[in-house]
């Protein structure tokens, strides 16, 4: 192996556990209603919460959900029946939301509101490394998500 190529495994594990610790996301373990996610919402609430250090994936997270939905959701978003919402955790003003949505670091939220119910569900699929190496792969996620939220298409 050459030096190069050793300095650059050595850089990475040295730096994979600061990353996995700043963007560490907790697997959601509650079961899922599945004919729930397939009831067209009412509303939809695409929540991204960030910390306030944050790394290039949890940027490209923001940025890209925000592409996303004002790409592909404009008519929904025009109407009301779609927002999309950023939360800084580091601003006490947040606590409150952060609480109701069981944020505790950089993750995603579809909360799929019906007959004044919410259903607040974590989106932690787009953090895995195939999606977030994969932009096609990600938008195609995160669209299908919404999508579902919005219409109940499965």
Known sequence: MSARKMLCVLLYLSLAPGLLY???????????????????????EVVYFHRPHRCEACIYVEERVGYI???FFQEE?????????IFDLGDKE????????????????????????SHIK???????WDCLDDQELFDKTVTDIIKQALYGEG
Do not use: M
């Open 77 to 85: 978003l025009s109407n009301g029946r779609l927002t999309y919402k």
């Open 22 to 44: 700043a963007c560490a996301t907790p697997v959601s373990t509650a079961p899922v209603d599945a004919d729930q996610l397939l009831v067209p919402a009412d509303k939809v």
């Open 94 to 117: 947040n606590a409150a939301i952060a609480n109701e949505y069981g944020a505790i670091g950089s993750q995603l939220f579809i909360n799929t509101i019906k007959d004044g119910d």
């Open 69 to 71: 939905v004002n790409t």
């Open 122 to 128: 974590h989106i932690d699929r787009i953090w895995y």
